[in-house]
């Protein structure tokens, strides 16, 4: 079974800190994303990468940056913490072309 | 620009019965389409997907139709039963990319 997982999940900060997100797999996926959902939105890319130290802007990347060191881990790193980033933040992994799988969330509070 | 729909943001359906879920898409580019359901408090969990050659495709409970012509997905769910009840997201991958583009979900209420 594919397993990704989350560091945090209920996560509370405050206006302009920095925070961090991890997100692990352990299938040896090349692919990984970062989403964020929204009521009324749906699920909206953040990030994602394709391999070790390459990232890719998806629709909406201000005020993240990402970071993939290693292939099974895939960062998530919100520089100043605003309000407008409280959100449910999603990390997910795929092989190739293929199903992504989701991790089960982290609900972030920005105060 | 949404570039995939679901218009209905809910839908309540008795046990037993059958589950419609609608999407809608506007690029011709897409050629891989699949729904997730979520429930509160966790990732999505995928469920069930079609390629865009196909027309239909059929998992138990679950069969999901693809009009090429109309730009229409449908999830279809027979009998429908109250474990079903979550938010289903319908999400299509463009050709010759690894993104997915989620709709915006239709929440679905399974009553008995």
């Known amino acids: 079974d594919v397993k990704v997982t989350q560091s945090s999940r209920y996560l509370v900060k405050r206006t302009g800190e920095k925070v961090f997100l991890e997100c692990v797999q352990d299938?040896?996926?090349?692919?990984m994303f970062w989403y964020r959902q929204d009521p009324g939105l749906g699920l909206r890319l953040i990030y994602f990468?394709?391999?070790?130290?390459?990232?890719e802007k998806g629709d909406i990347p201000e005020g993240y940056s990402v970071s993939r060191e290693k292939k099974e881990r895939f960062s998530l790193i919100l520089e100043s913490a605003s309000t407008n980033q409280t959100s449910m933040y999603l990390c997910?992994?795929?092989?190739?072309?293929?199903?992504?799988?989701f991790g089960p969330g982290t609900r972030l509070l920005v105060l | 620009d949404q570039q995939v729909k679901q218009n209905s943001p809910s839908l309540s359906v008795q046990e037993g019965r059958i589950s419609i879920l609608n999407c809608d898409y506007t690029?011709?580019?897409?050629?891989?389409f699949l729904w997730y359901k979520k429930y509160p408090a966790e990732g999505p969990t995928f469920l069930i997907s079609?390629?865009?050659?196909?027309d239909k495709n059929e998992d138990g409970r679950f069969t999901v139709f693809l009009n090429k012509s109309a730009k229409h997905l449908s999830l279809h769910i027979v009998p429908s039963q109250p474990g079903d009840s979550a938010v289903y997201f319908c999400?299509?991958?463009?050709?010759?990319?690894?993104?997915?583009?989620f709709g915006t979900g239709t929440r679905l209420q399974v009553f008995p």
């Open positions: 990468s394709y391999d070790v130290k390459m990232k």
């Open positions: 079609i390629s865009s050659i196909k």
């Open positions: 299938m040896d996926h090349e692919n």
């Open positions: 690029n011709s580019m897409f050629d891989y």
């Open positions: 999400a299509a991958i463009p050709y010759n990319t690894d993104k997915l583009i």
């Open positions: 997910a992994s795929s092989l190739g072309t293929s199903t992504q799988y």
